[in-house]
């Protein structure tokens, strides 16, 4: 145990002065934004900041202009379309990543089937899941009971699918940058459209602001993002076999890993919702958005990761230091701040917001570090295509934080979900670290044994 601590100081003095060489040096920051990797990943990253900071404005705006109890209801159903766009998936965009780049003229083909089957399989999911509010989700059955309601979650449904797929599309092509221009279309969109609606909406106001502009920036980005980012796309409904065989292996396990990675995320707003209420779901929800900053860090750079991976799989040993060293440089700093200001930060939603929901917040920013490196393994193991362990570690990731929230929620609140979700990434971080410097120990002896 002394020597694994040893090593694992020695490791991290070793990364640590790298990473102030890197911040302190101008020639090396720019040298950064030669790489592809740091590239691409600078692209979402920087997309999924402004997306974020332009969210956190909407929420602001939606904390201050409809009751908690509205907030608490609308966040719910956008949880809930996020959960059912996240099956519809059906992890194709994984496979887009993967093969789109070696696809060659059956580029467009491809793209065209997963989007029509992603359309297909959010319809289906959104009445299924319609159909079976009472049994699954009761505090939500008023989104059957009013049928504009009821058409808007369908059609944003798919929205929500398309959205994610078209993204992945774009980090297939290494063309990221669009992924930022639809997300802040997205986000600018969205923020004066509460304002107007609560006059005539409650919980409705919240959710089709964010449906409508969700809805806009899609519609630009197929028909004009997409056919710049792969030109001569034109959109249609297709259904290529080859495609879909070719692909359904290696998306099928993905899918099964995105549905375990997204569950908590999305399952515990409607978990929260119908143990402890509408009220507590709000504060619930404005601590996850706002933790969500984090953890989009190291989500940037393990999809360019695995997007550079796809490409040259001779360059992922040197991609991999690279992404923990700049994940880290970026994330470290951005959770000790978090940790300081977490209350002031809640008060710009109102005061009831900072005093219900701080805890969880901390708890939730403190995650974010060992959600850095499962990040990071995860996309290793996705260009290894090492499926199995990429489900392994998914599944009990959702199974032990969904589990331990169950449990936790009616007896500490809000903050019971934010212990789970420490404990569960905690856990599977100090697994693969140990796994890791196993072998770096095992490579360092086997010279002897010779």
């Given at each position: 145990?002394?020597q694994?601590?040893?090593?694992l ?32 990943a600078?692209?979402l ?24 109890e ?18 519809s ?19 467009s ?43 808007a979650?369908?059609?944003?449904t ?5 959205s ?9 092509e290494?063309?990221?940058s ?53 030109p ?8 290529n ?7 359904l ?14 569950a908590?995320g ?7 919702i119908n143990?402890?209420?509408?009220e ?16 989009m ?25 690279r ?34 929901a701080?805890t969880l ?32 570690l998914?599944?009990?990731a ?5 589990g ?22 905690t856990?599977?971080a100090?697994?693969?670290?140990a796994?890791?410097l ?6 360092r ?6």
């Amino acid at each position: 145990m002394l020597q694994l601590i040893k090593l694992l100081s020695l490791r991290f003095s070793g990364f640590l002065t790298e990473v102030i060489s890197i911040a302190t040096s101008k020639e090396r920051l720019k040298q950064l934004f030669r790489v592809s990797l740091y590239s691409n990943a600078a692209f979402l990253l920087i997309a999924n900041a402004a997306g974020s900071l332009l969210g956190f404005a909407f929420w602001i705006i939606v904390a201050r202009v409809y009751p908690a109890e509205d907030v608490g209801l609308a966040s719910a159903v956008i949880a809930a379309v996020g959960l059912l766009a996240m099956l519809s998936h059906l992890g194709l965009g994984m496979g887009l990543i993967r093969f789109l780049p070696h696809s060659g003229r059956n580029a467009s083909s491809m793209i065209n089937t997963v989007f029509t089957i992603g359309t297909l399989v959010s319809v289906i999911t959104a009445f299924i899941f319609i159909a079976g509010l009472s049994f699954w989700s009761p505090a939500l059955l008023f989104v059957r009971q009013h049928p504009i309601y009821l058409a808007a979650f369908v059609v944003f449904t798919i929205a929500a699918t398309l959205s994610t797929l078209i993204n992945e599309t774009f980090v297939a092509e290494r063309r990221a940058s669009f992924v930022l221009a639809r997300g802040f279309i997205f986000s600018l969109l969205k923020l004066p459209l509460p304002i107007v609606l609560a006059a005539f909406f409650h919980s409705f106001g919240i959710f089709a602001s964010w449906g409508m502009s969700l809805g806009v920036a899609l519609l630009l980005s197929i028909f004009l993002f997409l056919p710049r980012a792969q030109p001569g796309y034109r959109p249609f409904f297709a259904f290529n076999r080859r495609v879909v065989n070719d692909m359904l292996h290696f998306s099928f396990a993905n899918y099964l890993s995105v549905l375990f990675r997204g569950a908590p995320g999305m399952l515990l707003p409607i978990m929260v919702i119908n143990i402890l209420g509408a009220e507590p779901q709000a504060y619930f929800y404005m601590a996850l958005m706002t933790g969500a900053v984090l953890i989009m860090i190291p989500e940037a750079f393990s999809t360019s990761l695995f997007a550079e991976g796809s490409y040259d799989e001779h360059t992922l040993g040197l991609n991999i230091r690279r992404s923990l060293k700049i994940t880290f440089l970026i994330l470290v700093p951005a959770v000790i701040l978090i940790l300081a200001i977490a209350d002031k930060l809640l008060l710009l939603f109102g005061g009831s917001y900072s005093e219900n929901a701080t805890t969880l917040l901390r708890l939730l920013a403190i995650s974010a570090i060992p959600m850095t490196i499962n990040a990071v393994y995860l996309a290793i193991k996705r260009v290894e295509k090492k499926l199995k362990i990429i489900v392994g570690l998914t599944a009990f990731a959702a199974v032990s934080i969904l589990g331990l929230s169950y449990f936790l929620l009616p007896r500490m609140g809000i903050d019971g979900a934010g212990i789970a979700y420490l404990i569960g990434h905690t856990t599977i971080a100090l697994v693969i670290v140990a796994s890791w410097l196993r072998r770096q120990r095992a490579l360092r002896l086997s010279p002897k044994r010779d």
